[in-house]
């Protein structure tokens, strides 16, 4: 699946559109000097340090306990940031029929402070996907594979989490975009859904969740959020007694 040089307005202008779904889908074009590259986070381990540091901070300030399990900062560390990259990308998608296209190096991130994160993008292709299987590939393509894979990778190398939970985190952040998403814009629930369903079928996320009887999204892994005290378990958690 090619990249197609589709006019920069156009991009920018689904980008913008995507921003109006909520917080989590708004993006700046232009980066401030102290923000961090995408390519940083999972090559600079003194980036991704910084990042579970600033999450470690708020875990304990909001539920403060003795200690806070590193996993448990690792993984909630690697859920916000992947939430944070695929949401106005999504929203894009679903909004104008085209996924935008960049290197990672062009994707910066302000790394303190509470989700979500400041992000800015700046697309330089994009390629048209006009039913959810075409949107589900291009998605693995162009951004699962190059940008969020060597995260998750980066986030194993700093500690030791299970690669299962962290698929599972991925899948939870898309599915919370499309949820999201849906939500905002009723008349996107649907393809939002179908969306979520191709990725489930196959490609890297196929069986890292399924949907419950009355069609919500269930994961098969649980991000830890549950091992802070009073946290309960969140709402597509395995742990979830609707499961």
């Known amino acids: 699946m090619t990249a197609l040089p589709f006019g920069h307005q156009r991009v920018d202008r689904s980008l913008a559109a995507a921003g109006a779904l909520g917080p989590f889908f708004r993006v700046d074009d232009h980066p401030s000097p102290d923000w961090t590259s995408w390519a940083a986070l999972s090559t ?55 996924l935008p296209v960049t290197p990672v190096e062009n994707v910066h991130v302000h790394l303190t402070g509470a989700n979500p994160l400041p992000l800015a993008l700046s697309a330089t292709s994009a390629v048209a996907v006009g039913s959810a299987e075409e949107l589900a590939d291009a998605l693995h ?76 999204f269930v994961r098969r892994s649980c991000c830890l959020c549950y091992r802070l005290p009073d946290a309960g378990t969140c709402g597509d958690c395995i742990l979830d007694a609707r499961r």
């Open 44 to 98: 600079d381990p003194k980036a991704l340090r910084f990042r579970t540091e600033e999450v470690h901070a708020a875990l304990a300030a909001w539920k403060p306990v003795p200690d806070i399990e590193p996993a448990v900062v690792a993984s909630l560390t690697h859920l916000g940031l992947v939430a944070r990259l695929v949401s106005p990308l999504l929203g894009a998608a679903l909004l104008s029929g085209v």
């Open 141 to 216: 393509l162009h951004w699962l594979t190059p940008a969020v894979r060597p995260l998750t990778a980066a986030v194993r190398a700093v500690c030791s989490v299970s690669p299962r939970l962290l698929d599972g985190n991925v899948t939870s952040a898309v599915a919370g975009a499309l949820r999201m998403a849906g939500v905002a814009r009723p008349e996107l629930a649907a393809r939002a859904d179908a969306v979520l369903d191709a990725l489930l079928r196959s490609g890297p996320l196929e069986g890292t969740g399924r949907r419950r009887e009355d069609g919500s």
